[in-house]
């Protein structure tokens, strides 16, 4: 019944309900036909349809005007806030206040970024939006076709400004570089370091997708030499931890390395091979980019980078 009802609404010319409304409050053909732009004739012929498509007169001409039927009066206050809620839909932009507003919000990430970055951003949100929530979720290889479904408002992860493919946005949030992370009192903080003794050195990989290498590896291969990983986890928590109770290597973005150092006995140093940097951008789909929440979300998002502090320094 539900899909009859539908196929019939779809046969009808919306616009007649435009002019029977106009017509119940004006109770004129001719002011009517002013009031929406119409001549009179046309008016007419808009009436005629009406009651051919409803079987019913819905007007009677007296010596004051025309007077609805029963039908069309009571046909009246319904059709009056039809038309002012399609008119709100269509013309009155979303109200939006993150004072009050609830809403959570999917965000796909790695560990890195929620450690760098949730902090300052959750904070930030307490104060300015406290009903909104920020529920994170690994950014896998599937992440654009999430954004593109809904299943996922935002993506942190590595990028280029600029960017957009598939109806994606995407604007640069942070830049990093890598260290290597030891133990206090490591042999690698005393004198120099070198390819060498960093090759020679046995090694922590954190690998979430359970596969080594990386860009130490590169750069090593590069120079014709290789290292032993002596330790591989998909952990992020895990491996600093065990690199602070052992003689171990690990190789981190310095942003992250920081976090774990306050807390840790690690030394972050410098590295004795030229690796690349990255930057870190956010990436949004466009049917996400004119909601009012969203734009929200993403100004804080963007504020809480700016407030980032510099990468760390390294040292001994």
Same mark, same amino acid.
């Given at each position: 019944?539900?899909?009859?009802?539908?196929?019939?609404?779809?046969?009808?010319?919306?616009?007649?309900?435009?002019?029977?409304?106009?017509?119940?409050?004006?109770?004129?053909?001719?002011?009517?036909?002013?009031?929406?732009?119409?001549?009179?004739?046309?008016?007419?012929?808009?009436?005629?349809?009406?009651?051919?498509?409803?079987?019913?007169?819905?007007?009677?001409?007296?010596?004051?005007?025309? #007077?609805?039927?029963?039908?069309?009066?009571?046909?009246?206050?319904?059709?009056?806030?039809?038309?002012?809620?399609?008119?709100?839909?269509?013309?009155?932009?979303?109200?939006?206040?993150?004072?009050?507003?609830?809403?959570?919000?999917?965000?796909?990430?790695?560990?890195?970024?929620?450690?760098?970055?949730?902090?300052?951003?959750?904070?930030?949100?307490?104060?300015?939006?406290?009903?909104?929530?920020?529920?994170?979720?690994?950014?896998?290889?599937?992440? +654009?076709?999430?954004?593109?479904?809904?299943?996922?408002?935002?993506?942190? *992860?590595?990028?280029?400004?600029?960017?957009?493919?598939?109806?994606?946005?995407?604007?640069?949030?942070?830049?990093?570089?890598?260290?290597?992370?030891?133990?206090?009192?490591?042999?690698?903080?005393?004198?120099?370091?070198?390819?060498?003794?960093?090759?020679?050195?046995?090694?922590?990989?954190?690998?979430?997708?359970?596969?080594?290498?990386? #860009?130490?590896?590169?750069?090593?291969?590069?120079?014709?030499?290789?290292?032993?990983?002596?330790? +591989?986890?998909?952990?992020?928590?895990?491996?600093?931890?065990?690199?602070?109770?052992?003689?171990? #290597?690990? +190789?981190?973005?310095?942003?992250?390395?920081?976090?774990?150092?306050?807390?840790?006995?690690?030394?972050?140093?410098?590295?004795?091979?030229?690796?690349?940097?990255?930057?870190?951008?956010?990436?949004?789909?466009?049917?996400?980019?004119?909601?009012?929440?969203?734009?929200?979300?993403?100004?804080?998002?963007?504020?809480?980078?700016?407030?980032?502090? *510099?990468?760390?320094?390294?040292?001994?």
């Amino acid at each position: 019944m539900l899909d009859m009802h539908r196929m019939h609404i779809a046969g009808i010319d919306l616009n007649l309900a435009v002019v029977l409304h106009v017509l119940l409050e004006e109770r004129s053909v001719s002011r009517g036909a002013r009031r929406l732009g119409l001549s009179q004739s046309a008016t007419s012929h808009a009436l005629a349809r009406l009651r051919a498509l409803l079987h019913d007169p819905l007007f009677v001409r007296t010596s004051t005007g025309l #007077v609805p039927t029963a039908r069309a009066e009571a046909m009246a206050s319904t059709l009056a806030s039809a038309l002012s809620a399609i008119e709100g839909s269509f013309f009155s932009a979303p109200v939006f206040d993150p004072a009050t507003a609830r809403r959570t919000f999917h965000v796909g990430t790695s560990d890195y970024a929620e450690h760098v970055f949730m902090p300052p951003l959750l904070t930030r949100l307490a104060k300015q939006a406290p009903n909104m929530d920020v529920w994170t979720r690994a950014a896998t290889e599937g992440a +654009t076709t999430a954004l593109a479904q809904g299943q996922l408002d935002l993506v942190i *992860a590595p990028g280029t400004a600029g960017d957009r493919t598939e109806g994606l946005h995407t604007v640069a949030l942070w830049e990093d570089h890598f260290v290597f992370v030891v133990r206090r009192g490591h042999p690698l903080t005393r004198g120099k370091l070198t390819v060498d003794r960093f090759a020679g050195a046995r090694h922590a990989f954190i690998a979430p997708r359970g596969r080594p290498g990386g #860009v130490v590896d590169e750069a090593l291969a590069k120079r014709g030499r290789s290292r032993r990983i002596a330790f +591989t986890t998909p952990n992020f928590l895990v491996a600093p931890q065990v690199v602070a109770n052992t003689d171990l #290597v690990i +190789t981190l973005a310095s942003r992250v390395a920081t976090v774990f150092a306050q807390a840790l006995p690690l030394v972050l140093l410098p590295p004795p091979l030229e690796l690349p940097g990255f930057r870190i951008a956010m990436f949004w789909h466009e049917r996400r980019h004119a909601d009012p929440a969203h734009q929200f979300l993403r100004e804080e998002v963007t504020r809480a980078a700016r407030e980032l502090p *510099a990468s760390a320094r390294t040292g001994r």
